[in-house]
C-alpha cells in the first residue's frame, strides 16, 4: 500500500547548508518537526566506537538510518498537519556512494511526502566540518548536484532554497509547503 502524506516536506541537501537552524526556526514559529536521523546514529555510533559511520562502513549506516526514517514516517502517518522533516527517506537513495538497499527502495515507493522537496544549496560562507560532517567542499557540491538529478527520477520536485538570513529562508518554506 502506498502512503502519501502531501502534509510532510522534506528538506534536502548536503551538510553544513542551514537546514538544521531553519529547522529549529520553523520549530520556534510552531511548525511540527521532525530531526534528521544520520547524524544521531553518527553519534550514537562514534559514542559507542561502532563501524556504522559513513566513512566506515556507510550500508550499515543507510540501514541503521533508514530504518530509523521509516519509524518516523509511520509514527506520524495519522497527523493531518503540516511536518517538516530535515532529510527524509530519499536523501539515503544513492548516499555515500552506496546502492540503495530493497527495503530503502520499497519505502521510497510506499512512503510518499509531499512532491515539493526544499533543497538547500552548498553555501561557502556557512560550511564548517565537524566530527560528524567529513565532506569537503567539493563534496557538498557533488551532493547538491546528485540530489537535483535524483529527486525527479524518484517523483519529487526540487525547490532550491535561496541564500539569505534564517528568517527568509524559514519564509520561503512556509509560503511554499501549501
Known sequence: MIVHKPNFFVLTGGGGTGKTTVLRQLQALGERVVEENIRAVIREQVAAGGQAVPWLDATACRDLTTA????????????????????????????????????????????????????FPPWREIYQTDGERRQDWSQMQAVFDDVLRTLPELGYEPAVVPKGDVTARAAFILERAV
Do not use: K
Open 68 to 119: 530509523r526514517d521509516i519509524a518516523d514516517f509511520d509514527r506520524l502517518a495519522s497527523e493531518t498537519g503540516r511536518v517538516v522533516f530535515d532529510r527524509g527517506l530519499m536523501d539515503m537513495y544513492g548516499a555515500n556512494g552506496v546502492a540503495p538497499s530493497p527495503a530503502l527502495a520499497e519505502a521510497i515507493r510506499t512512503r510518499r511526502y509531499n512532491t515539493r522537496v526544499f533543497v
